[in-house]
């Protein structure tokens, strides 16, 4: 009797756990779906920061076995969005150690492991539309393109391909469609020897064009503009000229680069204009102001949302958080002011 009704339990345990194996073939596929439902509606994140220089002092660190210098204080907030964005204001190539022209300290390379610096990092994409990326000429550029190619990260606004110097780069996360415009408006006189065929400068028609073709299937424009006046207050009568006509053509958002030094932050048509991140990676201790700066990150969220927070950073050769209060009550004073 004893063992008939073991038998008996052993078997309806079975049962059960059959039952519940059933149960969970049929019910993990809608778990997972409301998983997956959950993640989709979460905002995707983008990070941008200002100017990063890796040339210069920080090139000699990375040649020297220290990849990790120029961002090793900021590494987790960088790493912390979805997708993260600076402007590259140097070339990255092999120029058998040099990383500043011994005859002209407004010219600067980095070497080949700065695109690893940026990999590790944490930094996706970068702009290199600016008036440095032909500072060491055309093979320098293509060996630029292809430092960062090597580790991944995506680069607009040059191409050794003319016809694609002011093509759109899409990134998607989540389902979402986050296209990259880059543009200078200064290449430093470099025009004259044929920066201007790879480097997408000077030519806004084009850029208009493209930002209104790639927002017919994108589901966000971002612009980085690479223009104005170095160490001023507040932006130009062109940067705001660009920059208007950039959200006119379809922009969700302007991402300014040059001036070294933060400007006001304008809504445009309900559409956020930076006019300049000022300085991240970027050694340059003359002012208050070529020393402290932001990155801005963005939260995109569907249908059409898009949010943003200010975070205050030190910025130089190894730029960090910024956490003197009174610094920051200066710089937000500042990015809140009237243009």
């Excluded at 009797?1 to 345990?13: T, Y």
């Excluded at 991240?280 to 059409?304: C, D, G, M, V």
């Amino acid at each position: 009797m004893r063992l008939r009704l073991q038998f008996q339990i052993f078997l309806w345990v079975g049962l059960g756990l059959l039952l519940y194996a059933l149960w969970l073939t049929l019910r993990v596929p809608a778990v997972q779906h409301l998983v997956e439902r959950l993640v989709a509606d979460q905002p995707v994140t983008v990070l941008a920061g200002g100017d990063v220089n890796l040339g210069r002092q920080t090139g000699q660190e990375i040649l020297a076995g220290n990849i990790d210098y120029p961002f090793q204080n900021i590494t987790g907030i960088l790493q912390s969005a979805d997708i993260t964005f600076v402007n590259l204001e140097s070339q990255l190539a092999d120029l058998n150690g040099e990383t500043q022209s011994p005859t002209n300290e407004y010219r600067f390379a980095g070497p080949p492991q700065g695109a690893l610096a940026l990999h590790n990092a944490g930094i996706d994409i970068v702009s290199i539309a600016n008036n440095h990326m032909w500072d060491y000429g055309q093979e320098r550029l293509q060996e630029t393109i292809n430092n960062l190619n090597a580790q991944e990260i995506v680069y607009v606004g040059a191409d050794m391909l003319p016809e694609n110097r002011f093509a759109a780069k899409i990134l998607e996360v989540r389902g979402q469609k986050i296209a990259f415009l880059a543009f200078t408006d200064l290449l430093n006189g470099y025009e004259k020897s044929g920066a201007d065929q790879y480097v997408a400068f000077g030519d806004e028609d084009a850029c208009i064009a493209e930002i209104k073709q790639v927002r017919e299937f994108a589901d966000w424009v971002l612009v980085s503009l690479h223009a104005g006046a170095e160490y001023t207050a507040k932006p130009t009568a062109r940067t705001i000229e660009l920059a208007h006509t950039f959200i006119d053509a379809g922009a969700d958002a302007i991402l300014g680069h040059h001036p070294h030094v933060p400007h006001p932050i304008e809504i445009y048509k309900d559409k956020p204009i930076f006019y300049s991140l000022g300085n991240f990676a970027f050694w340059q201790p003359f002012t208050f102001w070529t020393q402290n700066s932001f990155l801005i990150k963005l939260e995109l969220t569907e249908p059409r949302q898009l949010d943003y927070e200010i975070i205050p950073v030190k910025a130089g050769w190894q730029p960090e958080m910024l956490t003197k209060s009174d610094d920051i009550a200066t710089l937000m004073t500042r990015l809140h002011s009237q243009i």
